[in-house]
């Protein structure tokens, strides 16, 4: 078999290789240009940053409106620190969220580092 076959010695025989399609671009991915190397690593420790992010914010607001409710002043500090937690760990969680079930516009590439 010559070398510039369109059949590699890794396929089966008859079987046609699609060197073309594994450098073709697609609109849709955002992953940046690999050319047939390993994929690109995802990004787990934004995504467990985010998600901690929002366990300890739901934790602190629910302690701090817990102490509000029950009359004592504690609660208020909690409360902001739980909101200064929460509402970047949700946007992000839910960024990361869209981003794996494949939306478009959603690229988990876009969280940036922290």
């Excluded at 010559?2 to 590699?8: D, G, I, N, W």
């Excluded at 046609?16 to 047939?36: A, K, M, Q, T, W």
């Excluded at 739980?82 to 992000?92: E, T």
Aim: aromatic share 14%; charged share 20%; net charge positive.
């Amino acid at each position: 078999m010559p070398a510039s076959s369109p059949e590699s010695a890794n396929n089966r025989p008859g079987e046609r290789s699609n060197l073309l399609n594994e450098y073709r671009l697609s609109p849709d991915v955002e992953e940046g240009l690999h050319f047939g190397l390993e994929a690109p690593r995802k990004p787990w420790k934004k995504i467990a940053l985010a998600v901690s992010l929002l366990v300890f914010g739901c934790l602190l607001l629910f302690l701090g409106v817990g102490f509000r409710v029950t009359g004592q002043k504690n609660g208020i500090p909690l409360i902001v620190v739980g909101c200064f937690a929460f509402i970047p760990g949700a946007y992000y969680t839910w960024f990361a969220f869209k981003a794996w079930k494949g939306t478009r516009g959603y690229s988990i590439n876009s969280i940036p580092d922290m």
